[in-house]
């Protein structure tokens, strides 16, 4: 399993989530401890915004301890608004298209999961996306897939029910291809402007989401695990959750996917 880092508030370097933190993201790509994997070696990668609308991004596939260029990078860039992500492969080799975050135009995403028989229905999945879409397909993982299967159902204009409506047509394509519907995701993705994260599996073992307050309440940061040993500061995110952070705070909300809405929306049309 992957592990991820998001930000959002108050302007701060990114290191303070990213290489300072006694159990920083740095520190999990080579000993976590709430995966199933303890090493994330197989790529990193950051997105951050600032004064444009599109946010900057910088991937590799090295293991994030052995890249001196992300330690300099997140030293110096002060973003209130930034994803960073560490990759264990499940889906698609190692290389730097299959690193997250992905991004299209404004928005960023990242996630850490997986699709059980990905490779039985990647080619159905593709095929939903219209070709504006399709040309943004340059990896290979389950994860991408999902973003862009987020964006064709509306991110744009509703966040949630886009995400929501994804989820649901992995989960109705793998019942009706495979008999069943195996699901992990915990992703976190951002229009530069409010930061969402979504936790949730269908059989109830969602990969782990915790939160907590930063910058003396100016800003809160989403993570896989805990940065540090202060228990009291961090909230586990329930399983079946969505998180809004924004101009106002954090909100936590239930998710659910959209079951069957594609098939009532064919037998309609």
């Given amino acids: 399993m992957c592990r991820w880092a998001a930000y959002r508030g108050a302007p701060v370097f990114i290191e303070e989530l990213v290489s300072s933190p006694a159990h920083s993201l740095v520190a999990?790509?080579?000993c976590a401890t709430m995966a199933r994997t303890t090493t994330n070696a197989d790529g990193f990668g950051i997105?951050?915004?600032g004064d444009r609308p599109d946010p900057g991004r910088y991937r590799d596939i090295l293991p994030a301890w052995a890249d001196c260029n992300l330690m300099s990078l997140a030293r110096q860039i002060r973003s209130g608004l930034f994803l960073a992500h560490v990759r264990a492969a499940t889906h698609g080799s190692t290389r730097r298209d299959n690193c997250h975050p992905f991004v299209v135009g404004n928005w960023s995403f990242m996630h850490n999961g997986q699709i059980d028989g990905f490779e039985h229905l990647r080619r159905r999945m593709?095929?939903?996306?219209?070709d504006d879409l399709f040309r943004y397909r340059t990896g290979t993982t389950d994860s991408e897939l999902l973003f862009l299967l987020a964006l064709q159902?509306?991110?744009n204009d509703k966040p949630l029910e886009a995400m929501a409506k994804a989820a649901g047509f992995v989960e109705d394509l793998s019942n009706d291809m495979l008999g069943y519907a195996l699901l992990r995701f915990t992703a976190a993705f951002s229009d530069g402007k409010t930061l969402f994260a979504v936790r949730y599996a269908t059989d109830a073992k969602a990969p782990t989401l915790y939160a907590a307050p930063v910058c003396g309440g100016n800003g809160h940061c989403l993570v896989s695990e805990p940065l540090n040993d202060e228990a009291d500061t961090w909230v586990e995110i329930p399983d079946g959750s969505t998180v809004i952070l924004n101009e106002r705070g954090m909100d936590?909300?239930?998710f659910e996917p959209a079951v069957n809405?594609?098939?009532r929306m064919r037998k309609a049309g």
């Fill in 153 to 155: 159902f509306g991110l």
């Fill in 261 to 263: 809405w594609a098939a």
């Fill in 47 to 49: 997105a951050w915004y």
């Fill in 126 to 130: 593709e095929s939903e996306l219209s």
């Fill in 28 to 30: 999990q790509s080579h």
């Fill in 252 to 254: 936590v909300a239930l």
